[in-house]
């Protein structure tokens, strides 16, 4: 195997998750230390919801710090809620894990006319 020719950076592993916006994610954790304990013992769920924040929502142009207390401050279904805008709400799902969609009704259907 080559060696590699660029600097490698050296990142925490749970920043991997943030994939292109690991470095931004490692100034926002600098600049908002409380974000550990949060971060640290959040679910998968949840690190999932901060890294769609980071990369669809608008509100990320702010400062690191801005950012920060948003982080700390919301819950990561208000994140997401942030992120995808204009998202259809979640469905029912069952305990074995089937989606149950609404049943279409007439409404649903475009009449067709006789060519």
């Known amino acids: ?6 600097a490698i950076r ?3 592993p749970l920043l991997l998750v ?3 916006l690991a470095d931004r994610m490692a100034e926002i954790w600098r600049s908002r230390p409380s974000l ?6 959040a679910p998968p769920a ?10 669809q929502a ?6 690191d710090v801005e950012v920060g207390d948003l982080i700390e401050q919301s819950n990561p ?9 204009n998202c259809p709400p979640r469905q029912k799902v069952s305990g074995s ?7 279409p009704g007439p409404k649903d259907f475009i009449s067709l006319q006789p060519v």
């Open 46 to 55: 949840a690190i999932h919801a901060i890294a769609v924040f980071l990369h």
């Open 77 to 85: 279904r208000e994140l997401l809620k942030l992120a995808l805008l």
């Open 36 to 41: 550990t304990a949060k971060i640290a013992f």
């Open 10 to 12: 050296e990142r925490a």
């Open 18 to 20: 943030f994939g292109p």
């Open 1 to 6: 195997m080559p060696a590699p020719t660029s």
């Open 97 to 103: 894990g089937i989606v149950f969609f609404p049943i």
């Open 58 to 63: 608008p509100d990320v142009t702010q400062s």
